[in-house]
């Protein structure tokens, strides 16, 4: 009941009167009531009786359907629509950043990175370092598998310097946080960027303005106290027979690509979207051939086949990988990634149903009349609320756009981008033990319960609030 409570004072930010209902079949408050009844009914689904969030958007969306006067028919062919929408135009994209980031992990094009970084640096210097490291590693890979890679340098690395486990793994984890939540090509930036229609390299650039704060206040400056929080011994994981050395003698024989190659190939495609989008911006559409070419280099679908490709040169020759194992790791990337696709592409269907009902042009007639920065708090607290009443940042995000796409019209394009980033901050806040990384973290770094909510929550809490003031100050400054 407090659920739906909040989120009925939340679709009511504004007070501005609003035009007809735009549902002939439906009155306002019966399209208000449904869109507040389908997100309940995901929340519940997913929370109480656990069930996968695909099957919980996708009843979900059907619940919203019906009750705001849908036939069951029209309601099913919404879905449809939407899934499938969003399912070819961002399910793409994550399939081919899945494909790069496996080839990048098996490659040893990550370890290079990270070992590189690492062994430069001065021991005060680790913390902003591991907030760096755990920022490249994050730019292409998903969350869970960018931990997984990074935690054994995380264990080694804290052997090595004698530092306190929190100085050196909350600051590579902020980094892997701040680029999940507000930097593409993560799914749920995607998948907000597709529903609201944002210019991709606009928020891609605004998304790593906003991150760098978001990663340092989270990260080393957050680390410092969280060390006197949580004084624990390092985790007795990834000991070779040989010790510490041992392990680092066989990750420096190994044959890995180098450093600068590793470097390039994970910034070829962010300086492709964001030339894309400095043309965009600098350049006339009436403009020659370059900017064609930009545009279609650019291309979010055309940056990322491209990373794959120079992939298997960049890394997969240089670190003797034949045709066979490029293949092999091509395969196994996406198994694990099915999951994804179904949730995105459900959120995508939900989105759908909200705007056919008619329910997105009556909030859209609730927001009226507010400013940007007033639109901006509002995504951020309808994604915080579902993030924490389902634990999935992605959940939140998609569920969080689809309800705030009608808005997303009457918003410049800088707007839209940062309308973006505050459901991205929001879908961060408070993970606590409905979430799978919250688990992850603490078996990994064998933390107890309370360990894990005092370093690892608010690690998140501060990302999340950080990301939405960083946020709200780009709106300032371009006049939102």
Not at 199 to 215: D, H, Q, R, S
Not at 264 to 281: E, F, R
């Amino acid at each position: 009941m407090l659920m739906i409570t909040f989120l009925s004072s939340a679709l009511r930010v504004a007070t501005a009167a609003a035009p007809p209902p735009p549902h002939p079949a439906s009155s306002e408050p019966q399209l208000i009531l449904a869109a507040v009844v389908g997100v309940a009914v995901i929340v519940v689904l997913i929370t109480w009786l656990r069930i996968h969030p695909f099957l919980s958007l996708l009843l979900g969306s059907l619940v919203t359907g019906l009750v705001a006067g849908m036939p069951a028919d029209a309601a099913t062919t919404s879905f449809i629509t939407g899934f499938g929408a969003t399912s070819g135009s961002v399910g793409i994209l994550i399939a081919l950043g899945a494909m790069y980031g496996k080839l990048l992990a098996d490659s040893g094009g990550a370890d290079r990175i990270v070992d590189t970084l690492v062994s430069r640096t001065s021991v005060r210097a680790l913390p902003w370092v591991m907030g760096l490291v755990g920022a490249i590693i994050g730019l292409p890979m998903f969350f869970e598998i960018g931990l997984v890679l990074l935690i054994p340098v995380i264990i080694l690395v804290t052997r090595r310097s004698k530092l306190p486990l929190m100085r050196v793994a909350l600051p590579a984890i902020a980094g892997l946080s701040a680029m999940h939540g507000l930097v593409p090509p993560h799914p749920g930036p995607l998948v907000a960027i597709g529903a609201l229609g944002a210019n991709l390299g606009v928020t891609l650039a605004f998304g790593v303005l906003v991150a760098i704060p978001v990663i340092i206040l989270a990260g080393p400056v957050f680390s410092r106290f969280a060390a006197k929080w949580v004084p624990v011994d390092v985790p007795g994981l990834f000991l070779g027979t040989e010790g510490d050395e041992g392990d680092a003698d066989a990750a420096v024989e190994r044959k890995r690509p180098s450093f600068a190659l590793a470097l390039i190939s994970i910034l070829l495609p962010v300086v492709l979207m964001l030339g894309k989008a400095l043309a965009d911006i600098t350049a006339s559409k009436s403009t020659a051939e370059w900017k064609m070419i930009l545009d279609f280099l650019g291309t979010p679908a055309i940056a990322l086949t491209i990373a794959v490709l120079a992939g298997f040169f960049l890394l997969g020759l240089p670190a003797g990988m034949n045709r066979k194992s490029l293949q092999d790791s091509l395969t196994s990337s996406l198994p694990p990634i099915a999951g994804i696709l179904l949730i995105v592409g459900a959120g995508g269907g939900f989105k759908q149903v909200l705007i056919d009902t008619g329910i997105g042009q009556v909030i859209a007639s609730f927001a009226h009349g507010s400013t940007g920065i007033g639109i901006l708090l509002l995504a951020w607290f309808i994604a915080a609320l579902i993030r924490v009443a389902t634990g999935s940042a992605t959940v939140a995000t998609v569920t969080a756009a689809g309800i705030m796409v009608p808005l997303a019209a009457h918003l410049s394009t800088p707007m839209v981008s940062l309308l973006v980033l505050a459901i991205g901050s929001g879908s961060l806040f408070l993970s606590h033990v409905n979430d799978a990384g919250f688990w992850l973290v603490k078996e990994y770094l064998g933390l107890s319960v309370p360990q894990t909510l005092r370093s690892w929550t608010v690690l998140e809490c501060i990302a999340s609030v950080v990301g939405l003031a960083g946020t709200l100050v780009i709106a300032l400054v371009i006049g939102g």
